[in-house]
């Protein structure tokens, strides 16, 4: 068997995130039928790096590859862009040893944009439009309250059952903020994410800026002395960004 690192892009708008479900169009699942356009007969497997979700983007997911053949990797990566549906592109295959683990990354960073300015129908796929005014300060206060390590089971997707198989003590190494162009962007660095995660951190905050909630609720969800809240991001705003290995 042949080992490849596959470097994807894709506009996640219309599909329903990274991993494969039946019936639904996802990043995933569109790249193995590519594969197996390409490559009729193949015996192939794919390992997603991040599992990001219905209508987040990517700018620099990853992709464990395995294959029963050795492709012609600039060919390949041709036929494969052309198979593969608008909005999405591999930019990059190279070969890797079979032991090399996809999803034991170094660091990822997954950016959110808002759009503090006027509409444009050629960007608005990539950023959130609020519909009232946000108080910046705010928002950048309440961010400043996930950094470091926390238990982050109220500000993840998960069910009570999960919380036994998955780790929520999670590390946020930085959350840092730039208004440029009236974009405000706020870039998330940490070792691994869990579902939802980022969006409901960002669905807090946004909603401490809008006055809908104070400073000291946060504090206390987060610190696992309240049940979860009903806020979450939308997910036009938010790509993953960078895979560090």
Same mark, same amino acid.
């Not at 032991?99 to 509409?119: H, M, P, S």
């Given at each position: 068997m042949y080992y490849y690192l596959f470097t994807i892009q894709y506009d996640g708008t219309d599909f329903c995130g990274w991993a494969k479900q039946k019936g639904q169009p996802t990043i995933q699942g569109e790249l193995e039928l590519a594969i197996s356009r390409v490559a009729r007969n193949s015996v192939f497997r794919v390992v997603g790096a991040s599992k990001t979700d219905s209508g987040v983007h990517a700018f620099?997911?990853? $992709?464990?590859?395995?294959?029963?053949?050795? #492709?012609?990797?600039?060919?390949?990566?041709? $036929?494969?862009?052309?198979?593969? #549906?608008?909005?999405?592109?591999?930019?990059?295959?190279?070969?890797?040893? %079979? @032991?090399?683990?996809?999803?034991?990354?170094?660091? *990822? /960073?997954?950016?959110?944009?808002?759009?503090?300015?006027?509409?444009?129908?050629?960007?608005?796929?990539?950023?959130?439009? #609020? *519909?009232? $005014?946000?108080?910046?300060?705010?928002?950048?206060?309440?961010?400043?309250?996930?950094?470091?390590?926390? @238990?982050?089971?109220?500000?993840?997707?998960? *069910? /009570?059952?999960? %919380?036994?198989?998955?780790?929520?003590?999670?590390?946020?190494?930085?959350?840092?903020s730039d208004l440029n162009d009236d974009i405000f962007k706020i870039t998330f660095k940490a070792k691994g994410f869990i579902r939802y995660q980022i969006r409901m951190i960002i669905g807090a905050c946004l909603a401490y800026s809008l006055d809908k909630i104070d400073l000291d609720k946060i504090k206390r969800v987060l610190n696992l002395e309240e049940d979860k809240m009903p806020f979450i991001a939308n997910p036009e705003g938010l790509m993953l960004k960078k895979i560090k290995y």
């Open positions: 620099d997911q990853k $992709a464990w590859i395995e294959l029963n053949f050795q #492709p012609n990797v600039e060919g390949f990566l041709k $036929a494969l862009n052309r198979s593969l #549906p608008l909005g999405i592109q591999v930019t990059n295959v190279e070969e890797i040893s %079979k @032991d090399f683990r996809v999803r034991n990354c170094k660091e *990822k /960073t997954y950016e959110y944009k808002i759009n503090l300015g006027q509409n444009n129908v050629f960007e608005n796929r990539f950023y959130y439009l #609020p *519909k009232k $005014a946000l108080d910046l300060d705010k928002l950048k206060e309440s961010l400043g309250l996930f950094v470091g390590t926390h @238990d982050f089971f109220n500000f993840s997707g998960l *069910k /009570t059952e999960e %919380k036994e198989m998955i780790e929520t003590l999670r590390t946020i190494n930085s959350i840092e």
